[in-house]
């Protein structure tokens, strides 16, 4: 799975797994449905029309042109709708800053994505 769009290793892995499969630009992007140039942009972070992709359509578009299987847990949190905390002290500020609840499964994906590591490698820990 390719590293969530807004990592540094982004741009290089996304080429590097384009490239590994014999893919030129032109070709990722008729697989993945979308604009020819879009693969530079979203390849060369100098090149000043440097982009990165939206993580619910394009990164996912990508990730299946580029062979990869998402896991279920990771397409799940990104279709999850916002949920609302629990009605307490702490979950007031957050729901006013816009942060939801998530469940572990929900945050062991969006880690995975994050760190472009495979789900099972992520550990949570919760004290308190």
Same mark, same amino acid.
């Given at each position: 799975?390719?590293?969530?769009?807004?990592?540094?290793?982004?741009?290089?892995?996304?080429?590097?797994?384009?490239?590994?499969?014999?893919?030129?630009?032109?070709?990722?992007?008729?697989? $993945?449905?979308?604009?020819?140039?879009?693969?530079?942009?979203?390849?060369?972070?100098?090149?000043?029309?440097? *982009?990165?992709?939206?993580?619910?359509?394009?990164?996912? *578009?990508?990730?299946?042109?580029?062979?990869?299987?998402?896991? $279920?847990? &990771?397409?799940?949190?990104?279709?999850?709708?916002? &949920?609302?905390?629990?009605?307490?002290?702490?979950? #007031?500020?957050?729901? *006013?800053?816009?942060?939801? *609840?998530?469940?572990? $499964?929900?945050?062991?994906?969006?880690?995975?994505?994050?760190?472009?590591?495979? &789900? #099972?490698?992520?550990?949570?820990? &919760?004290?308190?």
């Amino acid at each position: 799975m390719l590293p969530i769009p807004s990592s540094p290793e982004f741009p290089t892995a996304l080429k590097a797994r384009r490239e590994s499969l014999g893919m030129s630009r032109s070709a990722l992007a008729r697989e $993945a449905k979308i604009h020819v140039v879009m693969p530079r942009r979203y390849e060369e972070p100098d090149c000043g029309e440097f *982009a990165r992709p939206r993580v619910d359509t394009t990164w996912l *578009a990508l990730n299946k042109a580029l062979g990869y299987d998402i896991p $279920a847990e &990771v397409l799940g949190s990104l279709a999850q709708a916002s &949920v609302t905390p629990p009605d307490d002290g702490d979950s #007031n500020t957050a729901r *006013a800053c816009g942060v939801k *609840a998530l469940t572990l $499964a929900e945050a062991k994906a969006g880690l995975a994505i994050t760190f472009g590591v495979d &789900v #099972n490698c992520i550990e949570i820990t &919760v004290r308190g």
